[in-house]
């Protein structure tokens, strides 16, 4: 068994390091407090092609694979979750076309995210359907002037990147909003010029600013038959678009433990108490050793999760390893931000320390494409199911 990464993802990895400590650690401050979107950062990625990590190369991207993009996402989490969350945006809507969309939508959106001429967004969760996916209301109904197509409407609630979307892959009820058959919701690709599309409002978050979070409003939009992705009833395409996606969530939780610890360390190295350096205590010492050995079990989790993806397990069979990387390594963020706050003290509190924003943008990741609390939900049901067994 290799742990090694191979030559071509080492050399990524390398190139969005010096990217991520040249380009994005400088402007992380600077983008929490603006919470404006970072185009300067948009372009350097895209003149880096990183925007096509996870697209094959037949249709524009550079076909790292998802294991490239959660190996990017984790060098730049260690800086910014903001930066983090727009790479994030280039596989999290397009997935759904990539396992079951039409050749003719595979080339007419994914080279467009792949060279960075447009932006999508996810639109899943509403207002009383989060986790509860089956609940969602916005619904689709046969178009009558269009055979094959549909008209759609609804709002969709806590969407990210939602105000920069060129376009949306869209769940929608086919049946009546009442049913909760999984045969009653199917994927769409709905473009931002079309009539009835808006985007009323964004939110005002805790963390991760700089990218909008708000609500896509659908008001009878008249979406053509060759915007349907896969077949209609596709609620499980939902499922397996989400599962492939634990990993890159989970590179963002790895990212931000990393950076959040290794900024404490620089900070215990320097700092004086009771005439030794903060460091040289030994209580101190093991919770940096507790928290590194942690920090190195979710990367591992995360990275074997990644190649499950890429190779295609991401069906019911593979959900508690894919599970396991998201909920652990989120949960790690939280606890590792969480030390590093308490290493600094009273100036870990403070906006002059990056300890503040490390702590309130982890917060996100243990909610955000399935909480922590339906990861363990979908762990134990692998286990209770025989998916993860020992024997």
């Known amino acids: 068994m290799d742990f090694d990464l191979p030559e071509e993802l080492v050399a990524l990895q390398e190139t ?16 929490d407090k603006s919470g404006e979107y970072p185009e300067d950062i948009f372009q350097i990625l895209k003149d880096a092609d990183l925007l ?62 792949a060279n960075g001429n447009q932006k999508a967004s996810f639109c899943l969760s509403e207002a009383q359907a989060g986790s509860d996916v089956a609940g969602m209301r916005t619904r689709a109904i046969p178009d009558p002037d269009n055979e094959g197509g549909w008209i759609l409407s609804g709002t969709k609630s806590w969407i990210s990147g939602v105000a920069q979307a060129d376009w949306y892959t869209v769940f929608a009820k086919t049946k009546e909003p009442s049913s909760r058959e999984h045969s009653s919701i199917t994927a769409f690709i709905v473009d931002r010029n079309l009539d009835g599309v808006s985007v009323p409002r964004t939110d005002k ?29 596709g609620f499980r395409l939902a499922m397996l ?19 959040a610890l290794m900024y404490a360390v620089d900070y215990v190295k320097d700092r004086d108490a009771f005439n030794r350096k903060i460091s040289d205590f030994q209580g101190i010492q093991w919770e940096i050793a507790k928290m590194a050995t942690e920090i190195e079990a979710a990367r591992l989790l995360t990275y074997r999760a990644a190649r499950y993806a890429d190779q295609g397990r991401y069906t019911k069979e593979w959900v508690p390893y894919l ?29 002059d320390h990056l300890t503040e924003l490390f702590y309130r943008d982890a917060r996100q990741l243990t909610i955000v494409e399935g909480t922590s609390q339906v990861q363990l939900g979908l762990i134990g049901k692998g286990v209770l199911d025989g998916d993860l067994w020992w024997d």
């Open 16 to 31: 969005v390091r010096r990217i991520a400590k040249e380009k994005v650690a400088p402007r992380a401050r600077e983008i």
């Open 52 to 113: 096509g990590l996870c697209i094959p190369e037949e249709y524009g991207g550079s076909g790292a694979g998802i294991l490239g993009l959660t190996i990017a996402i984790e060098e730049v989490a260690k800086y910014s979750n903001t930066i983090a969350l727009m790479l994030l945006l280039t596989r999290l809507p397009t997935g759904p076309v990539m396992i079951a969309g039409s050749e003719f939508q595979k080339k007419k959106y994914l080279p467009q995210i």
């Open 205 to 233: 978050k805790m963390g991760v600013h700089g990218i909008d979070t708000g609500e896509l409003v659908l008001s009878d939009v008249h979406v053509p038959k060759e915007n349907v992705i896969g077949e209609v009833g």
């Open 241 to 259: 678009g989400l599962n492939a996606m634990r990993p890159i969530v989970a590179a963002r939780g790895i990212g931000l433990a990393e950076g």
């Open 323 to 351: 599970s396991m990387s998201k909920y652990y390594a989120s949960e790690v963020a939280v606890k590792a931000s969480g030390l590093a706050l308490q290493l600094l003290g009273a100036a870990g509190y403070m906006e």
